[in-house]
């Protein structure tokens, strides 16, 4: 069994994506953690295993100018709504199909996902833009609704990458979770930024994880760079 899934590069390997490695590395760990849980007397091989290279890649976030020409579309009413919400606190997308009416009240929202229950706070213009979509809504229960009924987590994606394309943002990485990269790296930009508000926010059990957007965060780095550059004393100087 062990190998048919392979934890590193071998010659049959060659191409698999080190995040596919790493996915198989971790699901056989998990297998044998379980399996060790019903019978505690058989020894678990994955102990002895180490866990296969993972580069950490960039995090993929839109640029003003994508946003604006996404933005610029021509949107309903509900995409608007959604893709206000989504870059204002970076909800995932199960988050928004999981979003009724009871769960929005003035300043705030609250999300349900796989970290559980939380209550963020949403700016005024995302709290009116969704509102406009009670009016139509019914007796619907559901915030964004589709064709059927609620949206659901594969329709919330498609949605966002057929607009992207719309948008001239191909060949680029365009889901809902770039939105929840791009909030978050803005966020933690932000000189007023405070990690643990941010991290609430998000939906982080691990600080660690909103640390990824805090250091090398590319926005700060520029901005700060700017500022303490040594070519500012050669220009002070001319």
Request: proline share 8%; net charge positive.
């Amino acid at each position: 069994y062990l190998n048919s899934f392979p934890i590193k590069p071998t010659p049959d390997s060659q191409g698999v994506e080190p995040e596919t490695v790493h996915a198989r590395f971790r699901t056989i760990r998990a297998l044998y953690n379980q399996i060790q849980l019903w019978h505690p007397k058989i020894p678990n091989p994955m102990k002895l295993v180490r866990p296969p290279d993972l580069k950490e890649k960039a995090m993929r976030i839109f640029a003003d100018s994508e946003l604006y020409s996404l933005f610029s579309l021509p949107l309903s009413p509900r995409d608007r709504a959604l893709f206000t919400l989504l870059l204002d606190v970076g909800p995932r997308a199960d988050e928004c199909h999981n979003l009724i009416w009871e769960y929005v009240i003035p300043g705030y929202v609250v999300l349900k996902g796989k970290t559980g229950s939380r209550t963020v706070p949403i700016s005024e213009t995302t709290y009116r833009r969704m509102l406009a979509l009670r009016n139509g809504a019914g007796i619907q229960e559901h915030v964004f609704l589709g064709k059927r009924g609620p949206m659901t987590y594969q329709g919330i994606y498609c949605l966002v990458r057929r607009l992207c394309h719309q948008a001239g943002l191909d060949g680029k990485r365009c889901s809902p979770h770039t939105f929840r990269h791009t909030f978050c790296t803005n966020y933690a930009a932000a000189d007023s930024c405070d990690p643990s508000i941010l991290q609430d926010i998000m939906g982080h059990k691990d600080f660690k994880t909103t640390l990824r957007y805090i250091q090398n965060n590319p926005i700060r780095m520029s901005r700060n760079h700017q500022s303490c550059t040594p070519l500012k004393r050669l220009a002070a100087v001319a």
